[in-house]
Every structure is written in C-alpha cells, then in structure tokens.
C-alpha cells in the first residue's frame, strides 16, 4: 500500500530551467509534507516543507505547492543548477504521528 | 553541533550472523528513528524511540529485527540471523521533540549479506 507516490523515477532538465517534481498520495489524515534531496553515499537533507494549512512555501529557488483536493504536492526549483542533481523524496506526516512516509524517489539530472 | 552519526558505514556479512548498526542521536535530541531503504525504493519506517522505550514498532519485521535506545550510549538497531534480504540501507534519524517533521537524518549504514 504506497501511501505517497512519485510516478516518476527519473527527471533531466537543463540548466537554467524550471525542474518541476511531483508527488501524490492517498490518505487524507496527512497534514504536513516534506521535499528532501538525497546524494549517494549520504542521508536524506531536508529541503523544504508545507502544512496543510497552506498551499504555498517558497524557500528562495525552491517552491512547493500544495493542492488538497487533488492530493498532489510538486517541487519547482528555479533555476536549475548542476548542483540540483541528486534524488529528491517527498515525504509525507498525519497529525500526531512521529514517522514519516516516503515516496519512491526522482532521481533529477540537470545537465550543463 | 555534530548531525546524526551512523557507524559503521558499511557492514557485511554472511547469511545466519548477527548485525548491529549503531546510532548516535544529534546533541541534545532524545528522540531516535530507524529507516531501511531497499535498492530503487523509498525509505520505509522500521521504529520510533526515546530513551529507554519503544514508542512505535510498527514497521519492524515481526521476528529477527529489535531495536533499543539506552539511558546512556547509541541506538542500536540489531538483526539476528541475517538473510540476502536484510541487504540495504539504514538511516537512524533523530529530533529534539516528538515532532515528525523535524528529523533530522544520519549517513546510513549499508548492509550487505553474502
């Protein structure tokens, strides 16, 4: 049962260009979420995050946005750097609880 | 501030032997999480820990897997009996409160079972 889903598992943008990531997921008790980025070898860095309360959180080259009814959160890093490469997880927390719950993971490639 | 400390970073071993993946909390956070990442799939929740108590098991394999976050000394996450696939990462994550949306994430230990 994948809770949060990231349908893509690979993403190659340009630099200088808009990279837009996106997740899905299915409970509704969800009410906060979380964009971390993930180099090899290293531990999940959190990059971002939204309530539920909001539908928008920009953290200057990064914005998430938040459509409830749709169930669907994306990612825009703008612009793009080489930088940016790495494997970005959506995660997602219901209210009260301690764990979070992962998506698949985009792995995005910007190229020069 | 030291971040979350995970050793060792690698680990192998045969199929039967035991495992045990050690975590060190960030300074300050009594609060202690353990993931596993299996090859091309996202982080799965294995256990919740504050000092001395198991507060969420609920994602921890039924038998060979326990967990344990003493009054003094790291987290450790312990396997028993190892099989081919027990192979993956694990990531411990700690935090200050019971919030979780403020884990913060250590850099994993990669087990590999021959």
């Known amino acids: 049962d994948q809770q949060v889903k990231q349908n893509s598992p690979s993403l190659s943008v340009q630099e200088g260009r808009i990279s837009i990531l996106n997740c899905d997921y299915t409970?509704?008790?969800?009410?906060?979420f979380l964009w971390y980025k993930k180099y090899p070898a290293e531990g999940p860095t959190f990059l971002i995050s939204?309530?539920?309360?909001?539908d928008k959180n920009e953290d200057g080259r990064f914005t998430v946005f938040l459509n409830k009814s749709a169930k669907h959160l994306s990612l825009h890093i703008v612009p793009s750097q080489p930088g940016d490469s790495a494997v970005y997880f959506c995660?997602?927390?219901?209210?009260?609880?301690?764990?979070?719950?992962f998506g698949q993971g985009t792995r995005l490639t910007i190229n020069p | 501030n030291a971040g979350v400390m995970q050793n060792p970073r690698h680990l192998v071993r045969r199929r039967g032997q035991e495992a045990r993946l050690r975590c060190s909390p960030m300074?300050?956070?009594?609060?202690v999480y353990w993931y596993r990442q299996l090859p091309e799939e996202g982080l799965k929740f294995m256990v919740y820990?504050?000092?001395?108590?198991?507060?969420?098991e609920s994602g921890m394999p039924k038998e060979r897997f326990s967990a344990e976050f003493p009054k003094e000394g790291p987290s450790i996450l312990r396997i028993q009996q190892v099989v081919r696939g027990d192979s993956a990462a694990y990531f411990c994550?700690?935090?200050?409160?019971?919030?979780?949306?403020?884990?913060?994430f250590g850099p994993g230990t990669r087990l590999t079972v021959t």
């Open positions: 994550a700690s935090s200050f409160g019971r919030v979780a949306y403020e884990q913060y």
């Open positions: 409970n509704s008790m969800f009410d906060y």
């Open positions: 939204i309530s539920s309360i909001k």
């Open positions: 995660a997602a927390s219901g209210k009260g609880a301690q764990k979070l719950v």
């Open positions: 300074k300050g956070h009594s609060h």
């Open positions: 820990l504050q000092k001395e108590n198991i507060i969420d």
